[in-house]
């Protein structure tokens, strides 16, 4: 089945730095999600990007499909982006997988 | 603008127990899914449905079985519990085939078998 890679593993900024975070994976694929899990446990999606780039307050993502890439940007980061950032892609219509996530840890 | 409602939040259970893991979604949205999050495993695909009266298996669906009452349920039963199944598991909806493709997961129900 597809492979889903992100990197890094983990990730410790100082409030106000900017990152990018990145997942590979090894089939093409119909969509891509980027999830972030906040330190309660909750999951919130950030972005549907299966292609092309979008734009949400400091969040960006690009997904370069046919290199079968995406990535995510957090810019002027904040102790709330602090969490588990997961990327998930569908090859089959309705089975989505996720990768192993980039834990991020943003002190003040 | 309730979303996916997931019960109970928390569970203890001893070995061999049974229980049923309840999720229901207000969004009209045509699938559902059930995952387990395990430390350092990710989240991985128990079952999923992708309408009313549908349902087929994930990555690891050994010791489940799911139940798509109606459009708005998706119930996962675990018929005799295992330690193996203490996990964090979650509920989540989409609609692929419209126009709200993103998830959307429930809040989690955390269970312990001893």
């Known amino acids: 089945g597809i492979q889903v890679e992100q990197s890094p593993p983990d990730l410790i900024l100082q409030e106000g730095a900017n990152s990018t975070l990145r997942c590979n994976f090894s089939d093409s694929v119909n969509n891509l999600q980027w999830f972030h899990q906040n330190p309660w446990g909750q999951l919130i999606n950030l972005f549907y990007?299966?292609?092309g780039t979008k734009q949400n307050g400091r969040l960006s993502a690009t997904t370069v499909a046919t290199e079968r890439y995406s990535l995510l940007y957090i810019s002027s980061s904040q102790t709330t982006d602090s969490g588990v950032y997961f990327c998930?892609?569908?090859?089959?219509?309705?089975?989505?997988?996720f990768g192993p996530g980039t834990s991020l840890s943003v002190i003040p | 603008n309730a979303g996916v409602t997931q019960t109970p939040k928390f569970q203890v259970l001893k070995t061999g127990q049974s229980m049923t893991l309840q999720c229901a979604q207000d969004?009209?949205?045509?699938?559902m899914y059930w995952y387990r999050q395990d430390p350092g495993m990710g989240l991985r695909l128990i079952y999923y449905s992708a309408s009313e009266g549908t349902t087929d298996k994930g990555e690891v669906p050994n010791g489940y079985n799911v139940s798509r009452l109606n459009k708005r349920e998706f119930s996962l039963r675990l018929e005799s519990a295992a330690p193996s199944q203490t996990s964090v598991y979650f509920c989540?909806?989409?609609?692929?085939?419209?126009?709200?493709?993103?998830?959307?997961f429930g809040s989690g129900t955390r269970l312990t078998v001893v």
């Open positions: 998930a892609v569908t090859a089959s219509y309705d089975k989505v997988i």
């Open positions: 990007i299966p292609s």
């Open positions: 989540a909806s989409s609609d692929p085939r419209g126009t709200d493709y993103g998830y959307t």
């Open positions: 969004m009209n949205h045509n699938s």
